[in-house]
């Protein structure tokens, strides 16, 4: 590796475990840091270690509370004030995705307000996964490494082995990334149109295609209250489906998310490890298959500092 700027990775406090388990995939450790916090709940957080000259690579999901997005924003001050050579925010799942466009009158499009705090901030390049709009890239004016976990989830639906298999989209929105997995898994594609009544609130849903006697798979980028899948997967075991599973990057799974799921017609739920579950023993996770998005993050972080090409070691 290239020994003239260092690689260094660190990790806030949100994504820990998901940091150590990337930097060991490089053969390195998670660098030292530190997190003051004050009585009233402001946080400073410090780096123990110098960066100086250093390419700094630091990990955090920034899904809420704000104080997960805050603290990036601090540390890759710290890293710019401490003379780092190139921060990377390597941002698993990117929060305020949602807010990608002016869709009604007097609301914040979050999503460009973040690209712009993160690159006020001294960040010089981002490295994240699924975006919920691909659009979300033309936001920065600095490098965006957009990662597939198309890349792990793929060949597990490969190993699944369903003869009649078939990809479903829970909306017209998720159309174009059902389209690709079908495309790449040689199978036909279902798709469910949805009425929502308000936001996290869904009215009705029909699904469109031939359902009867399949192995349906829904694809989205991100499982939040749950309310849209398991009404989906109620819907196309009501119209013949021999088995629902559901694929989706982010785990999000607010309110009632695991009770919906656990209660729902899903056999199976597949998720990455961009958010990590919650910890609590009353949740119930029997449906959720984790698969670990590590070592294609570790890979990418090597190929991006070593400039070589990553789109070699992504799916789609």
Known sequence: MNNVHPI???ACRNSQEFAANVAAHLGLEVGSTGCDVFSDGEFQPIYNESVRGAC????????????NLFELLLMIDAAKRASAYEIVAVIPYFGWARQDRKDRPRVSIGARLVANLLQAAGCSRIMTCDLHADQIQGFFDIPVDHIYASTVFIPYLQG?????????????????????????????????HKQRSKANVVGSITAIGDVEGKDVIIIDDMIDTAGTLTKAANVLKEMGAKSVRACATHAVLSGPAYERIAESQLEEV??????KLSDDPAKDKSKIKVLPLEKTFATIISNVYNYESISRNLIF
Request: aromatic share 6%.
């Open 56 to 67: 700094v690579y630091i990990v955090q999901s920034t899904n809420p509370p704000a104080e």
């Open 270 to 275: 597949i998720v990455s490890d961009t958010i």
């Open 8 to 10: 260094k990775i660190f």
């Open 160 to 192: 699944l082995n369903n003869e009649n298999l078939a990809i479903a989209a829970p909306d017209m929105g998720g159309a174009k990334r059902a389209n690709t997995y079908a495309k790449h898994l040689k199978c036909p594609v279902i798709i469910c």
